[in-house]
């Protein structure tokens, strides 16, 4: 009888985990080359429901990379602008004294165009205030992190952050 039992060991019940590693990895050599589950399933000789479940698990961690990935993207790119914006602000700034300075020097004797120094000037204001409302409304626009946090947070009731932790416990 003991013969017997030596046969049929590791042949029922939960596998081992590197025959479970050894699989997980198969499955995602198949999932890369974009095969169906019931076809990695037949190609590998293990059950569907094992593929499938491989699967799941590399969709929900692709979707958290190409999330991550994306807000980072969009972070990132919200940063260049504003400091693009910051840039010009002090580039108007510049401009706006140095055409004040000019109509100070009119009001001490010197002569200039003034209609065309109040017509710069402003054109200058009119630009800062336009650029300053711009970096103003990027800079309270939540990245999409917390815009979809907010949105799961109305609909169901609680913090992503909550949730995730709750479900990793």
């Known amino acids: 009888m003991p013969t017997k039992i030596d046969n049929n060991r590791q042949k029922r019940g939960r596998p081992t985990k590197k025959k479970q590693n050894d699989t997980k990895e198969q499955c995602m050599e198949e ?4 095969h169906t589950s019931g076809y990695a ?4 000789g293990i059950n569907r429901h094992t593929v499938e479940k491989y699967y799941r698990e590399f969709q929900e961690l692709e979707v958290e990379d190409t999330n991550e990935e994306f807000v980072l993207r969009q972070r ?11 840039g010009i602000i002090t580039k108007l700034d510049r401009q706006l ?3 004040e300075a000019v109509l100070e020097d009119d009001v001490n004797g010197e002569t200039h165009d003034v209609a065309r120094y109040e017509a710069m000037r402003t054109t ?4 800062l205030s336009d650029i300053l409302q711009q970096k103003a409304s990027i800079e ?4 999409m992190d917390l ?5 799961i947070e109305d609909k169901y009731g609680q913090r992503v952050s909550e949730t995730v932790t709750k ?3």
Do not use: G, M
């Open 124 to 127: 200058v204001l009119k630009s």
């Open 147 to 151: 815009t979809i946090e907010r949105y």
């Open 76 to 86: 990132s790119a919200k940063n260049r602008v504003l400091t693009r914006l910051d």
């Open 140 to 143: 309270i626009t939540p990245t």
């Open 41 to 44: 399933a037949q190609v590998l």
């Open 31 to 34: 999932y890369e080359k974009y």
């Open 167 to 169: 479900y990793k416990s």
């Open 97 to 99: 004294q140095d055409i």
